[in-house]
Structures are given as structure tokens and as C-alpha cells.
């Protein structure tokens, strides 16, 4: 699926706690993006390790783990 258009409104970010020695590991390979949160909230229920959080919210947790690399 090519993920084409976000709407900072709508859209949810999902993440899973993890350790790592770069922000590939640590962010990258460990957020997805969903187009709204009825599609992020049915991920997040099949897998309680996730976190959903709003587009901007993990835009800022990825920017804070780039700033400790």
C-alpha cells in the first residue's frame, strides 16, 4: 500500500517501545502511519505493545530522538 496523503488533522502515527543504537532502529523501523484514527485504534488493539499518537505528537517524538543521535 503507498501511503499518498496524510491529514495532520486526522491522521495517527503508532509506535512500539524499543531500544537500539540509531534512530533507524529506534524510530523508523518501529512507526507506521495511519489515515485516520479508526485504522490506527484497530492496530493498536491487536497489538497492546503499540502507542497511537496524533501525526504532530510523533513528529515531535521523532525530532527528539534525532537530537540524541
Known amino acids: 500500500m503507498v501511503f499518498k496523503e496524510a491529514s495532520r488533522v486526522t491522521g495517527r502515527c503508532a509506535t ?3 531500544t537500539g543504537a540509531d534512530i533507524r532502529e529506534v524510530f523508523c523501523d518501529r512507526v507506521n502511519f ?3 484514527p479508526e485504522l490506527a485504534g ?3 488493539a ?3 505493545d ?3 499518537c496524533s501525526v ?3 513528529w ?3 525530532k ?3 537530537d540524541l543521535f
Open 46 to 48: 491487536a497489538d497492546p
Open 42 to 44: 484497530a492496530a493498536a
Open 34 to 36: 495511519y489515515a485516520t
Open 50 to 52: 503499540l502507542a497511537v
Open 56 to 58: 504532530d505528537e510523533g
Open 60 to 62: 515531535a517524538i521523532g
Open 16 to 18: 512500539t517501545g524499543s
Open 64 to 66: 527528539r530522538l534525532a
